[in-house]
């Protein structure tokens, strides 16, 4: 059974940064795509960035610029995906959640719906 652990979530100060890691456990097939997205109360869940199994990488540049960049490591039976996230800011308040799409996409797709498997989020709180 595939599953996802998010942690590095927390509250920091406007400017500061952080770094988020997703971990897929289950033995996933490494060409699977992982992504993240995030969500605030009221708000629709949103597309962050992805990466595939070959390492092509969708950023939403109009959600977050290129403040925040997006890696990937394939190990023995599990993916462990980095959301480095720079010169934050409270409007990038969020519950942060990662997602594996079982598909072999050329590159990302950003559809909520493509994603199969979710991790339970992590908080992230940026203070003015």
């Known amino acids: 059974q595939l599953q996802l652990v998010e942690n590095g979530g927390g509250l920091v100060q406007a400017g500061g940064s952080l770094r988020l890691s997703c971990t897929a456990s289950g033995d996933p097939d490494t060409r699977y795509t992982i992504a993240w997205f995030r969500q605030s109360p009221g708000k629709e869940r949103e597309f962050v960035a992805g990466?595939?199994?070959?390492?092509?990488?969708?950023?939403?540049t109009d959600l977050v610029k290129s403040r925040f960049t997006i890696s990937r490591d394939n190990d023995n039976a599990k993916i462990t995906v980095y959301l480095h996230l720079n010169n934050l800011d409270p409007g990038d308040t969020a519950l942060y959640y990662c997602?594996?799409?079982?598909?072999?996409?050329?590159?990302?797709?950003?559809?909520?719906?493509?994603?199969?498997?979710w991790g339970q989020g992590t908080q992230v709180t940026v203070s003015a």
């Open positions: 990466i595939t199994g070959d390492g092509a990488v969708d950023l939403n």
């Open positions: 997602a594996l799409a079982p598909h072999f996409f050329l590159s990302p797709v950003r559809n909520v719906r493509a994603y199969s498997y």
